[in-house]
């Protein structure tokens, strides 16, 4: 029993040592690779701090005053760290607002998926699209071979921007809605793109829509590229002033500093908030799961769903939602139409 005892000890003080840690340096500012990855584990942050908290009460065997001052510093990382994701949990005020009914000429549905240049299960992302019926179809990630095997899709979606490649930032836009003022940017470096679209309505409404896949903080790669895209992204959303979607594999999640600035300046609204975290990354690992795939809508769009769907090899969960227009382009009436 006292060996146990001295082992949850020496447990608590490693897992207080790592949480806090892990929470110091979320706080760093700066685009280190080092210290922004450190935005994404927050709920695994959350509840580390809670146990070790728990622990350090129960177990911890030092002086009295260090350990009030390890308990302290554990109930202040799990409030932070709880600070900064509670706006995801499903009884927390919605940021986006449901729509009060689904209208075939207002509205659509979005299929946004990172399929993983590597994994060659085509066959079951080509019945997962036909399974949902998306009338939009976002597709980060593929190369040559995914666009031999997507080629099917062409038929139900004779809207299209390609571009694939083999370097995991490829991206193919499909769309049964018209597109106009189509674009393949390269914003920030040249073998990363975007696309951009004008997205038309049955109901002779239209939005605009931006497909991103930035790259992620890792090793040799800060973030500086990756919140320039997203920032720049926000500011041509604002300039516009039009209805707009914003969506893809961003590599950040919604409670980051850049994403937090993004939604400041674009004006945009994120479906999660009071929702739930739908995460998507990794879907190999449950323990370490974030909502790195994302879409951002402006008020002119109401929300009707979101899903996440079932995994079919890749390293991403898909998401698929449905947005219906409630505002006439030219009017900006707050009413629903």
């Known amino acids: 029993m006292k060996n146990r005892s001295k082992v949850l000890s020496w447990a608590s003080l490693l897992l207080s040592g790592l949480s806090l840690l892990a929470t110091l340096l979320s706080l760093v500012p700066g685009p280190q690779w080092w210290v922004r990855v450190f935005d994404y584990p927050r709920t695994q942050v959350a509840v580390a701090s ?69 994994n060659r299960r085509a066959g079951d992302f080509l019945e997962l699209v036909r399974r949902h019926n998306p009338d939009i179809l976002l597709i980060n990630e593929p190369d040559d071979w995914w666009e031999r095997q997507l080629q099917p899709l062409g038929e139900a979606y004779p809207y299209s921007i390609k571009h694939p490649l083999g370097n995991t930032y490829g991206m193919i836009l499909y769309s049964r809605l018209p597109l106009r003022e189509q674009e393949l940017n390269f914003l920030v470096e040249p ?66 500093r850049t994403s937090e600035l993004f939604q400041r300046y674009s004006g945009l609204l994120d479906p999660r908030q009071g929702r739930g975290m739908y995460n998507t990354f990794n879907a190999k690992v449950p323990l370490l799961r974030y909502p790195l795939d994302h879409v951002f809508f402006s008020d002119d769009f109401g929300f009707i769903w979101m899903e996440r769907l079932d995994s079919f090899g890749s390293d991403h969960f898909p998401i698929l939602i449905s947005l219906r227009i409630m505002r006439r382009i030219g009017h900006r009436e707050t009413k629903l139409i």
């Open 50 to 118: 809670l146990v070790a908290f728990v622990l350090s009460v129960v177990f911890l065997e030092v002086r009295p005053r260090l350990k009030l001052s390890l308990v302290l510093l554990l109930a202040a990382s799990f409030l932070y760290q709880a600070s900064k994701i509670i706006v995801y949990m499903p009884l927390y005020v919605k940021q986006a607002l449901d729509s009060d009914r689904a209208t075939e000429q207002r509205s659509f549905s979005l299929l946004v998926s990172n399929v993983l240049m590597d």
């Open 191 to 256: 073998d990363v793109p975007s696309v951009f679209a004008e997205v038309m309505l049955p109901s002779g409404d239209n939005f605009d829509f931006y497909g991103l896949h930035p790259r992620p903080p890792k090793p040799g790669t800060d973030t500086y590229e990756r919140d320039a895209e997203i920032l720049l992204v926000g500011r041509r959303v604002r300039e516009r002033g039009r209805p707009a979607v914003v969506a893809g594999d961003l590599n950040d999640v919604a409670w980051s």
